[in-house]
Nanobody, 121 residues
């Protein structure tokens, strides 16, 4: 499984970005996906996850109400819509695949290389 993230960039606080994760796999529609992030000098942390159908999602408390994860199984792509961005959201964002809906990165098998998101105050 090959994952490629895109859509990162630099925005002012209060701005929005939409990240995309394109997956090269014939089993896309059977996989759960998660977004994680890692700020400079910090541990990688869970952001959001979505199950294979898109019917179940899970969010970190820090992003609830601001971020939305969704997927398009016809395009083999998972998205992370990020609104009301704050400087604390600055990080490299990674998408990853799993067979369970989980916030634990140890449950994820394949990872992309990440995309940088920078939010200025």
């Amino acid at each position: 499984v090959r994952l490629v993230e895109s859509g990162g960039g630099s925005v002012p606080a209060g701005g929005s970005l939409r990240l995309s994760c394109s997956a090269s796999t014939q089993t896309f529609s059977s996989l759960d996906f998660g977004w994680f992030r890692q700020a400079s000098g910090k541990e990688r942390e869970f952001v959001a996850a979505i199950n294979w159908s898109g019917g179940s999602t899970n969010y970190a408390d820090s992003v609830k109400g601001r971020f939305t994860i969704y997927r398009d199984n016809r395009r083999d792509t998972v998205y992370l819509e990020m609104n009301s961005l704050i400087p604390e959201d600055t990080a490299v964002y990674y998408c990853a695949t799993s067979t369970v809906l989980s916030s634990n990165e140890n449950h994820y098998d394949y990872w992309g290389r990440g995309t940088q998101v920078t939010v200025s105050s």
